[in-house]
Nanobody, 123 residues
Framework: QLQLVESGGGLVQPGGSLRLSCAAS????????IGWFRQAPGKERDRVSC????????NVADSVKGRFTISRDNAQNTVYLQMNSLKPEDTAVYSC????????????????WGQGTQVTVSS
């Protein structure tokens, strides 16, 4: 069964850091673009960042540019989101998703989704 499982969320103070992981099972990530998305209460779900299947192209939302970094380790079948300098407005449920094939990850439709992990930034 194709599954994505997020981990690494939690409660952190403003200015702190978290590293989210997206682990795949039932398939290998080598041929999939991966996106990180977040949704806060009362707000639309937004794409935070994505990375192509090859890792050659990356997209980062303006709201997190310079603070968040996406990376992938195909040997571990895992994609990461390093979040630094966290702000209260970063509070949301963070989900990862996979889209098959090569190409620009920003343009893809994501078919496989994880359940999400809660990130809360508060003092």
């Amino acid at each position: 069964q194709l599954q994505l499982v997020e981990s690494g969320g939690g409660l952190v103070q403003p200015g702190g850091s978290l590293r989210l992981s997206c682990a795949a099972s039932g398939f290998t990530l080598d041929y999939y673009a991966i996106g990180w998305f977040r949704q806060a209460p009362g707000k639309e779900r937004d794409r935070v960042s994505c990375i192509s299947s090859s890792g050659g192209t990356i997209n980062v939302a303006d709201s997190v540019k310079g603070r968040f970094t996406i990376s992938r380790d195909n040997a571990q079948n895992t994609v990461y989101l390093q979040m630094n300098s966290l702000k209260p407005e970063d509070t949301a449920v963070y989900s990862c998703a996979a889209a098959y094939g090569s190409g620009w990850c920003k343009l893809k439709e994501y078919d496989y989704w994880g359940q999400g992990t809660q990130v809360t930034v508060s003092s």
